[in-house]
């Protein structure tokens, strides 16, 4: 080869490179194995730059000791610059460290929310003032993320915020707390946690107050000896309007301050209501095999107290493969946890579409009366087992017109008030319902179970209800650590225990013993040929 066709080759190859680097600027490529794509955005949000008239501006602030000790952070910058390599230039990232740009005063009144944590520095531990919180700007409007650090909502967390702020639009939720022994702030603290921390407005309504028409969705919780005539007008009034609805509702009353003491609910108008929607709830309590461990004091014959665990099957781990898979909501079900549950009966009045969306497995079963609920009477829990065993609908999702319950009524009045209920929509509009047969399913009975994945589902009902049906599936994505819990069936659990305990204390030693075996006569055979050869040589 010439002098002259080496310097031509040098020259190409590196006018290929800097191709090669440009390139790489406008395209963007990874590999991603993981079984639901969990670092590579998905379709929806690779897609935002067809909703963005002008640039969105992403900042990630992160601390570089938070980064240098923790593999989390630098897993959120890539999943955020993947939003920047899509957006064709619609969206700018930019990553600082708010600590070294002398910027902790500015982001922390941003709403940014330092955190402690204890870094090892030259074998002395101290305690560092850490961030990771990413500040979303579009024109004149900002949005925060206070602390990022969970990868399998970031995508969610980030384009839903995107959506709202190019939208100028606000994400609210709205709830009504129904049953009189309960308070918002008291029983559903964390569900109020959670949804402030994914980008909703959160709002309370009381019993009986007006319904904005404007109100993205509403969430119902108990209520059905709680709600009277005048708060089931504004309901089915704002339903009337095209208003979206979750309704938390059981059929049977458990006494938590009283043994756990069960009757039937005394309905006051709820019930009815929304099985005149096409739900009905009924008066019993759902039971199944995949029971929910209860912890629990108790005094023994001698007088000492003494603390159990046991599997309480009224509380009940509703499992992915009992799902409705063809449903927005349920499509990527991790699943739901539910406490003393009632079984739902579909029967949608003509324009209205029913779907169940979860169930129990066939196993189940319930209890219809006498109800005993303490797990000290366990022994009355499958008095009717062989009448009531079968699969039983917890949860299900309905859509249409949905008649008015006060249809052809005089609209109701309240002793002692002179308001006067406005009259109900001249026209019916297309609406959503929710309903699910718990109203403890996001309470502070979670706390004791860890059902964190109830408060997922409610997000993505609130998505669902507000008909954002794209961005339902692309909340938490990645593959969370699951419940050894599959297996209902006792004999498949069985043959699937003996299976692992002969394939790991057995079958796996032999292989390794034989390997061994085979490994010692091969190195055999070589000493024996070598010493052959030499022989052969002298």
Not at 183 to 206: E, K, P
Not at 498 to 517: D, E, H, K, Q, T
């Given at each position: ?169 606000q994400r609210e939720a ?35 107050e007006e319904i904005p ?187 249409g017109k949905f008649p ?135």
């Open positions: 080869m010439t002098r002259r066709q080496v310097t031509i080759i040098t020259i190409l190859s590196i006018a290929a490179m800097i191709l090669v680097v440009l390139i790489s600027q406008r395209l963007w490529f990874r590999l991603d194995l993981t079984e639901n794509k969990a670092y590579t955005i998905s379709p929806v949000s690779r897609n935002l730059y067809t909703e963005i008239p002008d640039q969105v501006r992403i900042t990630y602030y992160i601390s570089e000791k938070l980064s240098a000790v923790h593999p989390v952070p630098g897993q959120l910058e890539d999943l955020l610059r993947e939003f920047a390599a899509y957006s064709r230039g619609r969206i700018q990232l930019t990553v600082r460290d708010p600590l070294k740009a002398g910027l902790s005063r500015e982001v922390e009144s941003l709403g940014l929310i330092p955190q402690q944590i204890e870094i090892v520095e030259q074998d002395q531990a101290n305690i560092a003032q850490v961030y990771s919180g990413i500040v979303i700007e579009y024109l004149d409007q900002i949005d925060v993320i206070p602390f990022a650090f969970v990868l399998s909502t970031l995508e969610y967390d980030v384009t839903s915020r995107i959506r709202t702020l190019v939208r100028g639009t709205a709830f009504l707390v129904g049953d009189p022994g309960k308070d918002w702030s008291r029983d559903y603290a964390v569900l109020n946690q959670v949804f402030a921390q994914s980008g909703f407005r959160v709002r309370t309504i009381n019993p009986g028409d404007s109100l993205p969705s509403l969430f119902v919780l108990g209520g059905v000896e709680g709600l009277d005539d005048w708060a089931l007008y504004r309901i089915d009034r704002y339903i009337q309007g095209g208003g979206k609805v979750l309704f938390a509702l059981e059929g049977v009353f458990i006494d938590e301050s009283n043994a756990l003491q069960g009757r039937l609910m005394v309905d006051q108008g709820l019930q009815s209501m929304v099985s005149f929607y096409g739900a009905t709830v009924k008066p019993e309590l759902a039971m199944d095999v995949t029971a929910l461990g209860l912890s629990y004091q108790s005094v023994d014959p001698s007088g000492f107290r003494i603390y159990r665990t046991v599997r309480y099957p009224m509380w009940i781990g509703i499992q992915a493969q009992n799902r409705n898979p063809d449903h927005p909501l349920t499509a990527a079900f991790d699943g739901i946890d539910m406490f003393w549950a009632s079984p739902l009966e579909l029967n949608p009045p003509e324009g209205v579409t029913a779907i169940p969306l979860f169930y129990t497995t066939a196993e189940a079963w319930s209890m219809t009366k006498d109800f005993a609920a303490n797990p000290e009477m366990s022994y009355q829990f499958q008095a009717e087992i062989n009448e009531t065993k079968g699969e039983k609908l917890l949860g299900a999702a309905l859509y008015s319950w006060f249809a052809g009524m005089e609209k109701p009045a309240r002793e002692g008030s002179e308001e006067d209920l406005p009259d109900m929509p001249a026209e019916t509009k297309e609406s959503r319902i929710i309903v699910i047969g718990d109203s403890d399913l996001v309470s502070t009975i979670t706390q004791y179970t860890r059902s964190d994945r109830n408060f997922d589902f409610f997000l993505k009902a609130a998505d669902w209800l507000g008909n954002d049906d794209d961005i339902i599936g692309i909340r938490s994505r990645q593959t969370q650590p699951g419940r050894l819990d599959k297996i209902t069936d006792v004999e498949k659990r069985l043959k699937a225990m003996a299976f692992a305990r002969y394939l790991n204390v057995i079958f796996i030693p032999l292989v390794v013993i034989a390997l061994g075996i085979l490994r010692s006569l091969q190195r055999r055979r070589s000493l024996q040929r070598q010493v052959k050869e030499s022989s052969d040589g002298v």
